[in-house]
């Protein structure tokens, strides 16, 4: 029976065993869904596990054990029609260096089995889309770092196909190309595609994903959307404090509340505290009371701090 | 079978809309040919003994030119598939809607093209420069040779360029094996002028077996039952190298 999740990953387990070296256990029976459409954000640090899941969802390496389905499609018994429903932007850059980008797009079009006019239309949209028009006939080699990317990215936005694999996809572009893929990574998934995203920067994760998995040595430590994810962490909050004056009382009153996060200058402060919500109030009353405390604001903690708490947690109670 | 052509069309793009790939493709044999190839010719005005006969060296040497076209295309790729792993483009080949055995077969397909190609213009070019009379009526297994021979190159050179991870070793191991599987051989002269270890070196090497081959049809000189013998060698060679390729590339990721 066909599974209606766009992904599906049951029990994965992935063992290396390099020459003369011992065993790496890179999955240790990881399990997940995806539903189709979403956009689902893998995290965790770096030799997670997360760039293996990658590779075992997109065929390019076989699992030790358990199940990892794309599409309908089993990944270890129908690799070819799992690819067939598959595109996907690789950790590391990948693209013909001696072809100009037309050449990359129409050279990947063609892999894709995608028909020459419709090649034509699609590769005029994503040209437009990625900022890559004019350097249409530019060869890859001659590309700047984050063109390259960009034209990474645009390849597999070319495919059209149901499920998208981004790993790391940003990583080396400037605000404004990262700016450019993620308003794409929105646009293709609203047109329906089901978007798979590893990434470091947490801000992006926070922003784009409607479902997260924390993935940290082989096991997944949390997973669910960015309210359940950050429910799991213990409550943070961010103040930022517009002081009369920081006295050095003020500095030292804050200081001794053992904050996260913590800048200052001499009229304002930024703390990141982990405490129930009663008592931030409680801080805050104390501020205004003997603190000259002019004007405050108090947000939640962002995905990065739950990100850095549950992998604190995990080193002290692992899994 | 639908992703060969696009493979072929990939290969197509790269390796002929660059001057440096056309040249070791299609060029750098003929160099041989017609530079070494006639410094020698005159060197040894006499000619090369060879099965009781006296042949120019030219002649001798078309049916080696026609091995190292094979052999030389066979690196070419080699190198590319080096490249392609080394940027990254390889891995994303596999995770394509194409079976592994698709991929190869498009590459080999390209590589016996342009191989069949380069052979025509030697061919062709030591007809027409350096004289050399061509036994026409067995022209057509010269280039069933080539095929064959280059078939074999690929699948052989193509697991170094997917074992091998650090460029420096990749292209020391690749220029041993050019010198000394191109030297130890009867492509430059005959294996009788040869010390015993030489010949016997030569004798084992698959580059000998292909270039008797082509010489043998081509101008017609050779020991037949030795050849024929020689070319079991060859497709034992290849479907060792081919088995042992398709082996590499499905553990590769």
Same mark, same amino acid.
């Given at each position: ?33 995806? /539903? ?7 995290? !965790? ?12 969802? %997109? ?18 018994? @129908? ?38 006019? /419709? ?11 990625? !900022? ?37 996809? %940003? ?18 998934? #609203? ?46 909050? %961010? ?9 050095? @009382? ?16 001499? %009229?304002?402060? *930024?703390?990141?505290?982990?405490? #129930? ?7 805050? !009353?104390?501020? *205004? ?7 405050? /604001? ?13 992998? #604190?947690? @995990?080193?002290? /109670?692992?899994? | ?29 003929? &160099?041989?040919?017609?530079?070494? +190839?006639? +410094? ?11 099965? +009781? ?72 070019? +030591? ?121 590499? &590339?499905?553990?590769?990721?």
């Amino acid at each position: 029976m066909k599974s209606h999740y766009a992904i599906e990953v049951v029990n994965l387990t992935k063992m290396y065993t390099p020459r003369g070296k011992p065993s790496v256990h890179a999955l240790k029976g990881i399990s997940f869904t995806v /539903e189709p459409g979403a956009i689902f954000g893998l995290l !965790g640090p770096n030799g997670a596990g997360k760039s293996t899941t990658i590779k075992i969802l %997109t065929t390019l390496t076989p699992p030790t054990s358990g199940r990892a389905v794309v599409n309908g499609f089993d990944c270890l018994h @129908q690799p070819l029609e799992t690819r067939r429903s598959l595109a996907v932007v690789l950790q590391q850059n990948a693209f013909e260096l001696y072809l100009t980008v037309l050449g990359n797009l129409r050279t990947y079009a063609r892999f894709h089995h995608i028909p020459r006019k /419709e090649a034509d239309r699609r590769i005029t949209e994503v040209l437009d889309q990625f !900022g890559l028009y004019d350097e249409r006939y530019t060869h890859a080699i001659d590309l700047s770092g984050g063109m390259r990317r960009r034209l990474q990215v645009a390849k597999a936005f070319l495919s059209g196909k149901p499920v998208i694999f981004l790993d790391e996809a %940003t990583t080396g572009l400037d605000p404004i190309n990262r700016r450019t893929t993620l308003s794409a990574i929105r646009e293709q998934a #609203s047109k329906g595609s089901t978007i798979v995203l590893t990434t470091h920067l947490l801000d992006e994760a926070e922003d784009l994903c409607d479902r997260l998995v924390i993935v940290d040595h082989g096991n997944i430590i949390a997973e669910g959307d960015l309210h359940e994810i950050k429910r799991l962490g213990v409550p943070a909050y %961010t103040l930022n404090l517009i002081f009369r004056n920081v006295s050095p @009382q003020t500095l030292q009153f804050l200081k001794a509340q053992n904050p996260l996060h913590f800048k200052h200058n001499d %009229t304002a402060a *930024d703390i990141t505290l982990q405490r #129930s919500h009663q008592q931030i109030l409680d801080i805050i !009353g104390e501020l *205004d009371r003997h603190h000259d405390l002019v004007h405050f /604001e108090v947000h939640t903690a962002d995905l990065e701090d739950v990100f850095i708490d549950l992998l #604190s947690r @995990q080193k002290e /109670e692992p899994v | 079978m639908k992703s060969i052509p696009a493979v072929v069309y990939r290969e197509y793009l790269l390796r002929t809309t660059s001057l440096t790939w056309l040249f070791f493709d299609l060029f750098m044999p003929l &160099i041989y040919l017609l530079i070494f +190839g006639i +410094g020698f010719d005159r060197a040894l005005s006499e000619g090369i003994m060879m099965e +009781g006969q006296l042949i120019p060296y030219n002649e001798f040497f078309l049916g080696g030119i026609l091995a190292m076209t094979s052999f030389g295309i066979g690196m070419n790729t080699s190198y590319g598939f080096f490249m392609d792993r080394d940027n990254g483009i390889f891995y994303e080949h596999l995770t394509y809607p194409m079976t592994r055995g698709e991929f190869l077969l498009g590459k080999v397909l390209f590589n016996c093209v342009i191989a069949t190609v380069a052979a025509i213009i030697a061919l062709g070019l +030591g007809s027409w420069i350096l004289g050399i009379s061509l036994s026409v009526a067995h022209l057509p297994l010269v280039f069933v040779g080539i095929i064959i021979g280059t078939a074999g190159w690929f699948f052989f050179l193509m697991i170094f360029a997917l074992r091998i991870r650090r460029n420096d070793m990749y292209n020391t191991i690749i220029n041993l094996l050019y010198f000394i599987m191109l030297f130890a051989s009867s492509l430059f002269y005959p294996l009788d002028l040869l010390p015993s270890w030489l010949t016997t070196a030569a004798l084992i090497n698959p580059v000998t077996w292909q270039a008797d081959f082509l010489r043998y049809f081509t101008i017609g000189v050779g020991d037949l039952p030795q050849i024929m013998l020689q070319s079991v060698y060859f497709l034992i060679f290849l479907a060792v190298s081919f088995y042992a390729g398709t082996v590499i &590339i499905r553990k590769i990721a």
